[in-house]
C-alpha cells in the first residue's frame, strides 16, 4: 500500500498485489482532494478488495501496512462462506500484516456512508434511512459515495460521459435529501477476478477507504430474505463479515420485495426523475428501456400500482415480455417476484403478468435441457478428441488463430474463446 497523495484536485489511493509466480496486480482509488481526512491510513480497504483473488492463489499473504485484527478475524469467516459455496475455485488463506493495530473510531460517531448507483436498491436504502422509516436500526446518513468503475466500468464506450449523467442525476437527488455527494474512481474491474463473486469486495473496499470519518455503511440489499440464494457478491450472509470493530458493514433492506421498494421511493420526486437501473444502453447512462432490468423495474412499478416514472422514456408491451430471454437463473426468480407481487394486488388475471409467467416457463424449460445436456459434455468431448483431436467444435476451432488450432489438434486444451 501506497502513501495517498494528492494531484490537483484529487487524491489517488493505490496499492498492489505481488505473486511470487505471478503478474503484479494494482488497485487504486481516486476521489476529490476535500476528502482526504476521511481517508483510513490503514490497508484495511485493499485487504477486503483483494480478497479474491487471494483466495484463488491459495498463498498466505503478507500486508506491507497496517491492519485492524478485528477484520482479520472477521475475514477468515468470510472467507470459509465462499470456501463452502465454491469449494474449488476458493479456499482461505492467512492473512498477516506487518503491524496489526485496530483503526481507531472516527472522531464523531454515528456517521454512515452509503454507496448510491441512483438504482431502487440504494435509492431505497438512502429515502427510507433519511426519513426514519427504519425503526430502530435507522442511521444517520452523511455521506453517499457514487462510485465510477463499478456499474460504469472505466474502458466501456463514453463512459465519462456516461458517469457525468450518473453524477448529475445523484446530485439532484442526493442534494434534495442534503446528503453530500462523494464521487470515486476506482479501476477494481482490471483485475483477475468473476465479476458476480468480487463486486460486493469491491464496493465495500472503496467505503472503508473513507473509515476516517464514517463508521458503518448500509450496504443495499438486492436479494430479498425470502429467496436467498448463493453464491452471490453481495449477500446477508458474507457482507457483515466485512466489517471491523469501529467500522460496520450492514445488510439493509432484504426484507422488502423490489415493487416494495417501489412504493415507498414513489414519494421522492427527484427519485422518479433521476432512477437509473440500465447497465446496457451504450454510451448513455439513460434507461433503454429494452434490457432485461430496464423491463423488470418498469414492470415491478406496475406491481406496485405506481406509475411509470418520467425516468423511463417507454413502457413495455406483452410482446416484449413474451419474448424476454434470461441469462442467469436468478432473473427468473426476480421476475417471479413481480407477478407474485402483482397477484397480491389483485392482479393475477392481467396480460402482462400471464405474459411474465409464460416467459419464465419457457427459460426454466431452456435451463432444465442446458443441464440435461450438460451431462453429456464429457462424452461428446472424448469423442472430438477420438475424431478431431481437440474437444473444441469446428466454429471455435475456426476461430482459433493458426497458431492455438495446431496446438489444439495435437490435444492442447484451451479455454472458450
Not at 64 to 83: C, F, H, K
Not at 134 to 141: F, K, V
Request: charged share 25%; with cysteine.
Amino acid at each position: 500500500m501506497e502513501q495517498p497523495r494528492i494531484e490537483g484536485p484529487t487524491m489517488l489511493a493505490a496499492g498492489d498485489l505481488h505473486h511470487p509466480d505471478g503478474p503484479r496486480q494494482r488497485l487504486w482509488w481516486r476521489l476529490p482532494a476535500e476528502w482526504r481526512d476521511a481517508v483510513t491510513a490503514w490497508a484495511d480497504p485493499f485487504v477486503v478488495a483483494f480478497l479474491f483473488p487471494i483466495m484463488q492463489w491459495r498463498r498466505d499473504v503478507m500486508v506491507d501496512g497496517v491492519v485492524s485484527p478485528s477484520l482479520l478475524s472477521n475475514l477468515e469467516r468470510y472467507m470459509a462462506i465462499w470456501q463452502a459455496w465454491l469449494p474449488e475455485r476458493y479456499q482461505p488463506v492467512a492473512i498477516h500484516a506487518r503491524e496489526e493495530t485496530e483503526a481507531p473510531a472516527p472522531a464523531e460517531g454515528e456517521q454512515t456512508i452509503v454507496p448510491f448507483s441512483c438504482g431502487v436498491d440504494s435509492s431505497f436504502t438512502l429515502y427510507r434511512h433519511h426519513q426514519g422509516l427504519a425503526g430502530r436500526l435507522t442511521r444517520r446518513i452523511t455521506g453517499a459515495m457514487v462510485m465510477h468503475g463499478f456499474d460504469i466500468w472505466l474502458d466501456q464506450k463514453n463512459a465519462e460521459g456516461v458517469y457525468t449523467g450518473l453524477l448529475g442525476g445523484a446530485r439532484n437527488m442526493l442534494e434534495s435529501l442534503d446528503v453530500p455527494r462523494i464521487p470515486v474512481a476506482s479501476n477494481f474491474h482490471e483485475m483477475q477476478t468473476t465479476w458476480a463473486h468480487s463486486f460486493g469486495t469491491h464496493l465495500v473496499g472503496g467505503l472503508r477507504l473513507l473509515a476516517g470519518r464514517f463508521d458503518a455503511t448500509l450496504i443495499p440489499n438486492n436479494i430479498p430474505y425470502a429467496r436467498l440464494y448463493m453464491p452471490w457478491g453481495s449477500h446477508p450472509v458474507s457482507d457483515p463479515c466485512l466489517s471491523s470493530r469501529h467500522f460496520q458493514v450492514i445488510d439493509d433492506g432484504g426484507e422488502a420485495a423490489r415493487f416494495e421498494k417501489i412504493q415507498l421511493i414513489a414519494q421522492w420526486p427527484e427519485a422518479m426523475r433521476h432512477l437509473r437501473v440500465c447497465f446496457e444502453n451504450p454510451g448513455s447512462h439513460a434507461n433503454c428501456c429494452r434490457c432485461e432490468k430496464c423491463l423488470r423495474t418498469i414492470l415491478s412499478f406496475r406491481a406496485a400500482g405506481v406509475e411509470l416514472p418520467p425516468a423511463f422514456l417507454t413502457d413495455v408491451s406483452n410482446r416484449q415480455i413474451r419474448r424476454m430471454r434470461f441469462h442467469h437463473e436468478h432473473n427468473t426468480r426476480q421476475w417471479l417476484e413481480v407477478a407474485r407481487g402483482a397477484e397480491e394486488r389483485g392482479l393475477g388475471g392481467a396480460d402482462w403478468v400471464r405474459a411474465v409467467q409464460s416467459a419464465v416457463r419457457r427459460s426454466q424449460r431452456r435451463w432444465k435441457w442446458r443441464r440435461f445436456k450438460r451431462t453429456f459434455v464429457p462424452l461428446r468431448n472424448r469423442i472430438r478428441r477420438l475424431f478431431r483431436g481437440s474437444p473444441l467444435s469446428r466454429r471455435e476451432l475456426a476461430q482459433l488463430p493458426a497458431a492455438l488450432r495446431r496446438q489444439a489438434a495435437n490435444g492442447t486444451d484451451h479455454a472458450r474463446v
